[in-house]
């Protein structure tokens, strides 16, 4: 079974204190509603998902980036046994060169974060796996599993 492509990417940038902060947003709407996630989406019949994020990028946030600027760090394969619908691959983008001031829309506000404290509570069970990694430079290739309550990780390869 060939499951459904999507992408996602994390934005970064130097905080005025020096450290590293990544672009999060509250989803207002479709799978994940109420979490707090990286800016993505489904890839569109014929895209890539480098262009997906370079689309998802501008559409949630309003930002431009190029394509030659993401930095593709891993796939992350999410299944849902209880709702197989929602189960899907996705591309894992980082990218610290991009131009525009964020603006909110209709999937989500965008909010500067700081890495080292991070809103994991608030993410999806998977993040707290496998997000602080990507964002200090650490690949990934992770397969994870969800319950019955459609939110908790059950198992993880």
């Known amino acids: ?90 591309s894992v983008f980082v990218c610290s060169d991009w131009s525009g001031t964020p603006r909110e829309s209709d999937e989500l506000n965008p909010v500067w974060f700081d890495v080292a404290a991070l809103p994991l509570d608030e993410m999806w069970d998977d993040a707290r796996h496998w997000l602080p990694g990507v964002l200090a430079g650490v690949p990934v290739r992770r397969t994870f599993t969800f319950g019955a309550d459609l939110a908790t990780v059950v198992a993880s390869s």
């Open 1 to 90: 079974m060939t499951l459904p492509q999507v992408c996602v990417c994390y934005l970064t940038r130097e905080s005025p204190a020096g450290g590293t902060q990544v672009l999060l947003g509250r989803k207002k709407k479709g799978l994940g509603l109420g979490n707090i996630v990286g800016l993505g989406g489904k890839l569109e019949p014929g895209e890539t998902a480098v262009d997906a994020a370079v689309r998802e990028i501008d559409e949630e946030s309003g930002l431009s980036v190029a394509a030659s600027a993401l930095t593709a760090v891993g796939v992350l394969t999410y299944l849902f046994p209880h709702r197989e619908a929602w189960s899907q691959e996705s």
